[in-house]
């Protein structure tokens, strides 16, 4: 079934840096890819996502980029701002099977210092 | 409109008993998830419901869980004979198509098994 591998676990940033956060997939078939951002004690809420037959996509300060040989895709938040300070999760459907189960990597705690 | 709806919100049984958690999706949306999150962990996929397809129960750790969706919309998840590693915070998504739409996550359900 399908893997998701995120790096890293921890990531500790100054304001106004950017922050990279990476996830392997292991489906081939896999072509949906969503990145949720979770503040402490509430919700998982979608930021972004991309599909298959782009490369890549922004949105203001965050975009995601997609290399579906190497099967990894990347979130880049630049001018990072305290707010910005929570866990992120990648995701992705696997592609080979009929299920719409999304499988979530393990997170990533961003931390912005002020 | 409304979001995804959990209840109860916190819920403390003693090891042993059954527990039920209800999960009403937003309104239209055809696929329905089940998530559980320990503590500082991340998302781990339970089982997922799409339209009247059978559900993809996959994820379910044992026997003691299960889950139904009655009539498209509300589901329960039922966890029988608790045991002090059910702790963690059951979270309910739903999405409007299932495959490559966004998930809208409710606010869980904080189990915690004494």
């Known amino acids: 079934g399908e893997n998701v591998e995120q790096h890293p676990s921890t990531l500790s940033v100054q304001e106004g840096d950017s922050a990279v956060i990476k996830c392997t997939y292991s489906?081939?078939?896999?072509?949906?890819f969503p990145w949720y951002k979770q503040e402490l004690g509430k919700r998982p809420q979608l930021i972004i996502d991309?599909?298959?037959?782009?490369g890549e996509k922004k949105d203001q300060r965050i975009a995601v980029t997609l290399n579906k040989t190497a099967k990894h895709f990347s979130l880049h938040i630049t001018e990072t701002q305290p707010e910005d300070s929570a866990v992120y999760f990648c995701?992705?459907?696997?592609?080979?099977?009929?299920?719409?189960?999304?499988?979530f990597g393990q997170g990533t705690t961003l931390q912005v210092k002020p | 409109g409304a979001g995804v709806s959990q209840s109860p919100s916190n819920k403390v049984t003693e090891k042993g008993k059954d527990v039920e958690l209800r999960c009403d999706p937003i309104?239209?949306?055809?696929?329905l998830y089940w998530y559980r999150q320990s503590l500082g962990q991340g998302l781990e996929f339970l089982i997922y419901?799409?339209?009247?397809?059978?559900?993809?129960k996959s994820g379910l750790p044992s026997d003691r869980f299960s889950a139904e969706r009655t009539g498209g919309s509300v589901s329960t998840l039922t966890i029988q004979r608790t045991q002090q590693e059910d702790s963690a915070v059951y979270l309910c998504?739903?999405?409007?198509?299932?495959?490559?739409?966004?998930?809208?996550f409710g606010n869980g359900t904080r189990l915690t098994v004494t």
């Open positions: 419901f799409q339209g009247n397809s059978a559900p993809d």
């Open positions: 309104s239209g949306h055809t696929a």
């Open positions: 489906d081939s078939a896999s072509n949906y």
């Open positions: 991309i599909r298959s037959n782009v």
């Open positions: 998504a739903s999405s409007l198509t299932g495959r490559n739409s966004p998930l809208h």
């Open positions: 995701a992705a459907i696997p592609g080979s099977s009929n299920t719409g189960k999304l499988i």
